[in-house]
T-cell receptor, first 110, second 116 residues
Framework: QKEVEQNSGPLSVPEGAIASLNCTYSDRGSQSFFWYRQYSGKSPELIMFIYSNGDKEDGRFTAQLNKASQYVSLLIRDSQPSDSATYLCAVWSNDYKLSFGAGTTVTVRA | GAVVSQHPSWVICKSGTSVKIECRSLDFQATTMFWYRQFPKQSLMLMATSNEGSKATYEQGVEKDKFLINHASLTLSTLTVTSAHPEDSSFYIC????????????FGSGTRLTVV
């Protein structure tokens, strides 16, 4: 599997603040990039995906992709306690497989 | 949207027995499905790629004779853990995609396997 690295965390932010999650990947041939949220004991659920350089916004979430730097990030604005979870960065390459980072655990303090 | 159903949600079995986990795509056909394993506080590790009508492709280090995968139809893949041992206890999750570029991958709800 290709290498995907995330900032180690855990990340603790106050309610209403912005949570910033980072991810780098090793395979320059990677085409699509995904952010999943995983609550404890549950399977991952897709939050966003991005495949073009730049920003993509969906509600309180913004994904940012820089292929030249092999970097993808996720911003969570107006963080809520319900956002407390582990966030997984996943990268899809030409081998049709998803490679996951180790995840960053986010805790939103009320 | 694409829905992937996985059963059972949890299972407890005795050491030495076999356990079958089912993964179904409910509203789309999936020629390829993926099986992952996740140990506590670790990320998802791809075990194998399940291909409809052909043999599964296993990742390095995964024993194909222990983790039997059958993808007999376009909507069903099964993972059988044979001769299970306590170290096989883990969270097993399947995934599939209707259109990865536009919809990403959808995961099943996962199966918590405990071998006693």
């Amino acid at each position: 599997q290709k290498e995907v690295e995330q900032n180690s965390g855990p990340l603790s932010v106050p309610e209403g603040a912005i949570a910033s999650l980072n991810c780098t990947y090793s395979d320059r041939g990677s085409q699509s990039f995904f952010w999943y949220r995983q609550y404890s004991g549950k399977s991952p659920e897709l939050i966003m995906f991005i495949y073009s350089n730049g920003d993509k916004e969906d509600g309180r979430f913004t994904a940012q992709l820089n292929k030249a730097s092999q970097y993808v990030s996720l911003l969570i604005r107006d963080s809520q306690p319900s956002d407390s979870a582990t966030y997984l960065c996943a990268v899809w390459s030409n081998d049709y497989k998803l490679s996951f980072g180790a995840g960053t655990t986010v805790t939103v303090r009320a | 949207g694409a829905v992937v159903s996985q059963h059972p949600s949890w299972v407890i079995c005795k050491s030495g027995t076999s356990v079958k986990i089912e993964c179904r795509s409910l509203d789309f056909q999936a020629t390829t499905m993926f099986w992952y394993r996740q140990f506590p506080k670790q990320s998802l590790m791809l075990m194998a790629t399940s291909n409809e009508g052909s043999k599964a492709t296993y990742e390095q280090g995964v024993e194909k004779d222990k983790f039997l995968i059958n993808h007999a139809s376009l909507t069903l893949s099964t993972l059988t853990v044979t001769s299970a041992h306590p170290e096989d206890s883990s969270f097993y999750i399947c995934s599939a995609s209707q259109d990865v570029t536009n919809y990403g991958y959808t995961f099943g709800s996962g199966t918590r396997l405990t071998v006693v």
